[in-house]
Structures are given as C-alpha cells and as structure tokens.
C-alpha cells in the first residue's frame, strides 16, 4: 500500500522558520511534490524534489532523502499568509501516473 | 488567465439524482487528473487521462462514476445516482508532461441532501 505521514497541525509566530516533516512509503517514487492549500481554495504547487537534497525558493525551501523516505518543507520569515495546509505528495513510478497525497498539515501563525 | 477551470463550483442536489461536473485544463496540457477531496484529507486520485485516453482509473470510482475526455481538451465527471457519502471537494488538474507540477482549478464543492 502507500502511506504518507504528516503532523495534522502546527502552530509558529510571525517572523519564525517552521518544519513541516513527510515520511513516506511506497510502490515506486518518481519524484516528491509540496503544495500549499489556503481554505476552501484548490492546491498550488510550492516544489518539486526528485534527487536528494536541498532545493531553496525564496523564503520556502524543500529537502529530500529517498533512502530514508523522508522530506520537509523549511518557511522562513513566517507570514500570517502563510497560515494553509501544507500537502505532500509523491509521485510514483513504475507505469502509474498519479499522486499520492498525505492528509496535510494545517498551519497556523500568530502574530 | 488561462489557468484550470471549473464548473459548478458549487452543486447541492438530492440523493439520487445525477451530477456533471466540467473541467477545462490548460490549454497546453496533455495530461488531465481528477481527485476528490473530502475535509481534512488530502486529495484522493480518481482518473487520469493522456489526451482523449483514460490510462488509469482508481478502485474508488465506482461504476456510478464516468469521466470522459472526448476530444482531449475538456473532461467531465459524471456521478449518476449520488448518495451522501460523495458530498466532498472533486479537484480537476492538468499537467503538460508525466512528471511535472500540476495545476488544479479551484473545484467544485459537492452537497448530496
């Protein structure tokens, strides 16, 4: 089967740097997605890892270890805006051609 | 803006009766996606489509759920004989090759009464 895990939720204070953790296991991994999801609003793409390491983007930064199955999402200088579920997905190999999301983490920033 | 489309974006309809729902991608993508989301989860996959071919179909749909894409541009997600349990958010995305970010529209909130 897949599996994906993620903490449900996560509070941090405007300014702040916040980690949000994705482990996964499963049949095949063609590359590992993070999308932000605001509320009742559809998801957008943040990053896209596929070899291991670091890829930094402005303030959002993602890392990917595909021995350990493991990944995380770094924001830096937290913004109330930032307040979304974060999704990791992985996108599988081997023939298939979908992601699979986790259940995502809601984030909150307090001023 | 030429992003994904969706519509409804909203349906509430009776148990029983039938939806369709419409997805316009990108115009330049090949490659379209159907998921369902239901709240505090994240989205389920339903049905992938490769131009005007379904490549893949996931155990979820049931045979109450059809989707087509007759001429590899717009799809639509029929649900005939809805029940309450399909009340949730079905997101459509396009992406232009197998492996790349895909976009999703804003989706259509589903209510089965």
């Known amino acids: 089967g897949q599996n994906i895990d993620q903490p449900t939720e996560m509070t941090a204070t405007e300014g702040a740097i916040v980690q949000i953790n994705c482990t996964y296991q499963?049949?095949?991994?063609?590359?590992l997605f993070w999308y932000q999801q605001h509320a009742g609003e559809a998801p957008t793409f943040l990053s896209y890892n596929v070899l291991d390491g670091l890829e930094e983007k402005g303030r959002f930064s993602s890392f990917l270890s595909r021995s350990k199955g493991y990944s995380y999402l770094l924001l830096k200088e937290l913004q109330m805006k930032d307040s979304a579920s974060y999704l990791c997905?992985?996108?599988?190999?081997?023939?298939?051609?979908?992601?699979?999301f986790g259940a995502g983490t809601r984030l909150a920033v307090h001023p | 803006d030429t992003g994904v489309s969706q519509d409804p974006r909203h349906k509430i309809t009776k148990r029983g009766q039938n939806v369709t729902f419409r997805c316009d991608p990108i115009s330049e993508h090949n490659r379209l996606y159907w998921y369902r989301q239901t709240l505090g989860q994240g989205p389920e996959f339903l049905t992938y489509?490769?131009?005007?071919?379904?490549?893949?179909k996931s155990r979820l749909l049931s045979d109450r759920f059809s989707a087509e894409r007759p001429k590899g541009s717009f799809s639509t997600l029929e649900i005939q004989r809805t029940e309450q349990g399909d009340s949730a958010m079905y997101l459509c995305?396009?992406?232009?090759?197998?492996?790349?970010?895909?976009?999703f529209g804003p989706g259509t909130r589903l209510t089965v009464t």
């Open positions: 489509f490769q131009n005007e071919a379904q490549l893949e």
């Open positions: 995305a396009s992406s232009m090759t197998r492996s790349s970010e895909q976009y």
């Open positions: 997905a992985v996108f599988l190999s081997g023939g298939y051609n979908k992601l699979i």
């Open positions: 499963t049949s095949g991994f063609n590359g």
